[in-house]
Every structure is written in structure tokens, then in C-alpha cells.
């Protein structure tokens, strides 16, 4: 079974500018996560979808970040415009909704480490 | 709100003694709780999954118990090796919030040969 993919690994841009991450989920998962991770902190849920449905954005920045998820498969979040303290690695993670509580295990993409400078 | 905590926040051990990681949280009405490895730089590995409905979970040299109860999980990793040191997270998925994965701040380790 084919992971969770996410691009680019790395990126590097300037404050002010746009950026955007793509995430492609575990085939067949409904619940796909965006989650920022600042150094030495635990990740932090920024949206979650189920399906191509938003369950929860409570903690997304909305005036600058952005993410859709088309037809329910591959998602993107985006930053528009960055600034210094966006600088963290973005995870991208997918889970199953089927009835049995094992079958809600989350599987994480590699991450995309952003700085912005 | 589901408030995940993770302590300590940093561990070193000298090769061969057991590690202890500590996971407590508020919100009991949970589907599982599942224990992460993060080596520096890269994403999360899943280590082990505990249901609800189970007390521990076991694989190799790793075990880890739930107490839904009081709130507690523990993970230990018996005989530790360098290759154990990491960050490890635990993160509690709420029934509350349809799926939500709630994380901790993670503990450290360093394990010196």
C-alpha cells in the first residue's frame, strides 16, 4: 500500500510571498489532515477534511492560509502571503472512517519544511 | 477542548536502561491513541495504535499502556539503544471531534552509548 505523498520536501522563500504545498492521501482514506510543526513543538492541526468536506479549520490562519481538497482525493494548502513565524515543517497526514476504531490509524507524508527568510 | 501533555519534555539514558515516556489527557471519550517517532528533520512513524477498548499493545522491544480512566498512556522501550533517540509524540484521536488527532508536545530522548 502506497503512502502518503506530499511536495515539495523543501522550500525556501522570501516573506511576502506565496507558497503551496500538495498532498496526495493513503488511496480510499476520507480524513485528510494539514498540521503545521514549529521546532520543538508538537504538530498543530491546521484544517481537517473529510471527503472534500472541512470538519475543522478552527486554527487556520484564513486571512493568509487556504486549502481545498478536489474531489475528495489530492488536497493543496497554500500561504499567501508568508511571513517569518510560518517558517515550520507542514504535515499532511490520512486516516480511514471505518466503524472499528483501528481502522482510524493516521498515516503521515514525509512533510514539507518551510523557512521563510 | 482535548489538552494532550507530554513529560518530560527531554530524557537522556545511558545505553541499555528501559525508557519511560509519559502521555496524560483530559478528554477520556477517545477512539484510540497512537505513539509516534519523529527523527530530527524528517515526518512521523507510526509505532504502535491503542484501542479505546484496549489496556496495552506490544511490539519488539516496545509497549505501551492505556489507562482511558485517569487519562494516562505510557510507552516503554526496553534495553534503549543510540538508535532509539528521537522525539516521540503521542497523539489521541477524540470521539468529540469526529476523527481529530490531538497531539503532545512530544519528549526528546537521547540515548548515550
Known amino acids: 500500500e502506497a503512502g502518503v505523498a506530499q511536495s515539495p520536501r523543501y522550500k525556501i522563500i522570501e516573506k511576502r510571498q506565496s507558497v503551496a504545498f500538495w498532498c496526495n492521501p493513503i488511496s480510499g482514506h476520507a480524513t485528510l489532515y494539514w498540521y503545521q510543526q514549529i521546532l520543538g513543538q508538537g504538530p498543530k492541526l491546521l484544517i481537517q477534511?473529510?471527503?472534500?468536506?472541512?470538519?475543522?479549520d478552527s486554527q487556520l490562519p484564513k486571512d493568509r492560509f487556504s486549502a481545498e481538497r478536489l474531489k475528495g482525493v489530492d488536497s493543496t494548502l497554500k500561504i499567501q502571503p508568508a511571513k517569518l513565524e510560518d517558517s515550520a515543517v507542514y504535515l499532511c497526514?490520512?486516516?480511514?472512517?471505518?466503524?472499528?476504531?483501528?481502522?482510524?490509524?493516521?498515516?503521515f507524508g514525509q512533510g514539507t519544511r518551510l523557512t521563510v527568510v | 477542548k482535548q489538552e494532550v501533555t507530554q513529560i518530560p519534555a527531554a530524557l537522556s539514558v545511558p545505553e541499555g536502561e528501559n525508557l519511560v515516556l509519559n502521555c496524560s489527557f483530559t478528554?477520556?471519550?477517545?477512539?484510540?491513541l497512537q505513539w509516534f517517532r519523529q527523527d530530527p528533520g524528517k515526518g512521523l512513524t507510526s509505532l504502535l495504535l491503542i484501542q479505546s477498548s484496549q489496556r496495552e499493545q506490544t511490539s519488539g522491544r516496545l509497549n505501551a499502556s492505556l489507562d482511558k480512566s485517569s487519562g494516562r498512556s505510557t510507552l516503554y522501550i526496553a534495553a534503549s539503544q543510540p538508535g532509539d533517540s528521537a522525539t516521540y509524540l503521542c497523539?489521541?484521536?477524540?470521539?468529540?471531534?469526529?476523527?481529530?488527532?490531538?497531539f503532545g508536545g512530544g519528549t526528546r530522548v537521547l540515548v548515550k552509548p
Open positions: 497526514a490520512s486516516s480511514s472512517l471505518l466503524r472499528t476504531a483501528s481502522r482510524r490509524e493516521a498515516f
Open positions: 477534511f473529510q471527503n472534500n468536506g472541512v470538519v475543522d
Open positions: 497523539a489521541v484521536n477524540n470521539k468529540a471531534a469526529g476523527n481529530k488527532l490531538t
Open positions: 478528554d477520556s471519550a477517545i477512539y484510540n
